[in-house]
């Protein structure tokens, strides 16, 4: 079996495995935890559940007023590299015809030139933020192997991509088989280091505003 057909094969059949078990062990423990029943009275004219909770959630993803430049900075970069994986996942014709093969929908990709730009934009837009953490006192003191090992796994298959389009580095063979090897090490990582964030903000935020909506509570 060449390293291609591994890669290709069991490789990323139990990547997706352990991802799939993975996320759904982390709901199920987070959601089955038990919670105190909330005893307040709900503010007169207050919206509902469902209301408040997307209002949690759409109400953060702006930048708040009066934020400092470094911090400002820190939540545009986010925003940057969010978009930018978000395009290349979502964007790229193969990465579509592997979804397509997974869940049987497909949709039109993007040329390959702005998926490029979006790998180079997004990679420099990670490194910046590993050298943020990297040189500002304060995320560094507080920074642990689960912040540089996600960003490590999140890293690679953007470089890797990147390498295997514009064949360089090596056969196109070897360069596919390492960007989806790398691919696959993000999936495994993924339920159990903090790229769950992904799927967590949503019931955090959710919950959020659900509690601020019950008290009258603006943001």
């Known amino acids: 079996m060449s390293l291609l057909d591994f890669a290709r094969g069991p490789a990323i059949t139990v990547a997706l495995a352990v991802f799939c078990l993975g996320v759904l062990w982390r709901l199920i423990s987070l959601l089955g935890l038990p919670r105190a029943k909330d ?11 469902f209301a408040n909770a997307i209002g949690g959630f759409v109400r953060h993803l702006w930048v708040p007023k009066g934020i400092g430049l470094t911090s400002r900075f820190a939540m545009i970069n986010g925003y940057v590299f969010h978009l930018g994986l978000a395009v290349i996942v979502f964007g790229f014709a193969q990465h579509i015809l592997f979804l397509r093969g997974l869940f ?10 702005i998926i490029t730009l979006a790998g180079v934009v997004t990679l420099a837009s990670l490194i910046a933020a590993l050298v943020r953490r990297a040189t500002n006192p304060v995320l560094k003191l507080i920074s642990t192997f ?9 890293t690679l298959p953007v470089l890797t991509g990147l390498l295997a389009v ?3 580095g090596g056969p196109y063979e070897t360069l596919l088989a390492l960007h989806i090897l790398s691919v696959a090490a993000l999936l495994i990582w993924f339920p159990f280091g903090k790229l769950m964030h992904a799927v967590l903000v949503f019931v955090t935020r959710a919950e959020t505003g659900i509690s601020y909506g019950r008290r009258g509570v603006k943001i």
């Open 39 to 49: 005893r307040s009275m709900r503010r007169a004219g207050a919206s509902s559940d």
């Open 104 to 113: 049987g929908v497909g949709w039109p990709g993007l040329p390959t030139s």
């Open 146 to 154: 689960n912040d540089y090992f996600s960003w490590l796994v999140t």
């Open 166 to 168: 514009a064949h360089l």
